[in-house]
């Protein structure tokens, strides 16, 4: 049997002057391919694919988060449940689904007959007396509940002024307490809320 004896190539390769027996075998060792020489310039990410185009913020997640946070405005969390009056084809949608997601239920139409931890009411100029829809909103309205009356903003169709607002809130034993924009169309008015307990 003949004996074979292995040896680094770098040394066998070393010196030329250096003798290599015949019994000798050089293993060169795998060649090693750079990233870069496949790739060109660009550096090539192990566990990335490279036609992804990177990562970068969720967009949709942006938007929810963004939506999320004007309906936290309004003071609900999760497991409330909202009354919501006066919906009709112009209320904004999007706000809607933001309130149902930030409390994990749907809004409660006027026929709920059960506790409620809050209420919005969509007013338009033109739509009733104010007053008794406040009167009806306190009715399962728990207690220290807030009402939100949103109203179309100014030089919007249905625009309520906020002396009305504020008319109907004294004549149903509450107070405007604030006014801000909540929507493209639409201003919210809290109204400090004297509710039933449960």
């Known amino acids: 049997m003949t004996s074979v004896t292995v040896v680094p190539a770098r040394l066998a390769l070393g010196s030329r002057d250096a003798a290599t027996p015949s019994s000798v075998q050089v293993l060169r060792a795998p060649v090693r391919v750079r990233w870069a020489s496949v790739c060109g310039n660009e550096q ?3 566990g990335r694919d490279r036609r992804d185009g ?3 913020p969720d967009v949709s997640s942006t938007a929810d988060e963004g ?4 309906a936290a405005r309004l003071g609900f969390t999760s497991g409330q449940v909202v009354q919501e009056f006066g919906y009709d084809d112009d209320v904004d949608d999007e706000l809607r689904t933001s309130l149902e997601t930030v409390t994990g ?13 809050g209420a919005v009411i969509w007013f338009r100029d033109g739509d009733g007396d104010l007053t008794d829809a406040l009167v009806d909103a306190m009715t399962v309205l728990d207690d220290g509940g807030p009402i939100w009356v949103l109203t179309p903003k100014a030089g919007r169709p249905g625009h309520v002024s906020h002396s009305d607002i504020e008319e109907a809130a004294t004549t149903s034993g ?12 639409w201003s919210a008015t ?5 509710g039933r307990g449960r």
């Open 44 to 46: 090539a990410v192990p």
């Open 54 to 56: 990177g990562s970068g």
């Open 67 to 70: 939506a999320s946070q004007t």
């Open 105 to 117: 239920t749907e809004l409660v139409d006027e026929e709920y007959d059960d506790v409620t931890d």
């Open 174 to 185: 509450l107070h405007a307490m604030t006014t801000f924009s909540i929507a493209p169309d």
């Open 190 to 194: 809290r109204l400090g809320a004297r």
